[in-house]
T-cell receptor, first 107, second 113 residues
Framework: AQRVTQPEKLLSVFKGAPVELKCNYS??????LFWYVQYSRQRLQLLLR??SRESIKGFTADLNKGETSFHLKKPFAQEEDSAMYYC?????????FGAGTRLTVKP | KAGVTQTPRYLIKTRGQQVTLSCSPI?????VSWYQQTPGQGLQFLFE???????NKGNFPGRFSGRQFSNSRSEMNVSTLELGDSALYLC????????????FGEGSWLTVV
């Protein structure tokens, strides 16, 4: 069965520092992975997906099939990056989410 | 164009009652999925509908059911409510295939007392 693990519930960094939100998955097939973000009082929204290999708001994520990871990275965190981040894996039309990591970027 | 719309936004029910939540997908989207979000369990997949047919179902008891209408609008129903059903219920829509981006609504906050 597919499972997504985000080992850190809380992550706090200072503005300008690099940030990495960890995501590991277990899945027997070829995974489709996503990062979703939820800013305060806003709806859950897609941040990026691995198949597009793009950088959104300075964030990137690389799928590492050997380590079954899809960590989210940003070299210089900004205060406006403070939010809840969810890693998700899609199998057919079943989206499985990790427990989420709350990122706080301190001034 | 309008996003995914969910009604009601907030509601309070008593144990044993039932509740129906409604979701209007983005215009043109034919796939609608439902999720339950709680502090303890996080986001959990409930079910997904496409063209009025349930395509996938998560690990929830039979008290949780849903349906989709010909205009792609969807409803989910929870019968015999339990305190543990208190949660944010999120609806999401996508165009059709498993490759499309999923867009979420703001959710319906259900409190069971």
């Amino acid at each position: 069965a597919q499972r997504v693990t985000q080992p850190e519930k809380l992550l706090s960094v200072f503005k300008g520092a690099p940030v990495e939100l960890k995501c590991n998955y277990s899945y027997s097939g070829s995974p489709e992975l996503f990062w979703y973000v939820q800013y305060s009082r806003q709806r859950l929204q897609l941040l990026l997906r691995h198949i597009s290999r793009e950088s959104i708001k300075g964030f990137t994520a690389d799928l590492n099939k050997g380590e079954t990871s899809f960590h989210l990275k940003k070299p210089f965190a900004q205060e406006e990056d403070s939010a809840m981040y969810y890693c998700a894996l899609r199998h057919n039309n079943d989206m499985r989410f990790g427990a989420g990591t709350r990122l706080t970027v301190k001034p | 164009k309008a996003g995914v719309t969910q009604t009601p936004r907030y509601l309070i029910k008593t144990r044993g009652q039932q509740v129906t939540l409604s979701c209007s997908p983005i215009s043109g989207h034919r796939s609608v999925s439902w999720y339950q979000q709680t502090p303890g369990q996080g986001l959990q997949f409930l079910f997904e509908y496409f063209s009025e047919t349930q395509r996938n179902k998560g690990n929830f008891p039979g008290r949780f059911s849903g349906r989709q209408f010909s205009n792609s609008r969807s409803e989910m129903n929870v019968s015999t409510l339990e305190l543990g059903d208190s949660a944010l219920y999120l609806c999401a829509s996508s165009l059709q295939t498993g490759r499309d981006t999923i867009y979420f609504g703001e959710g319906s906050w259900l409190t069971v007392v």
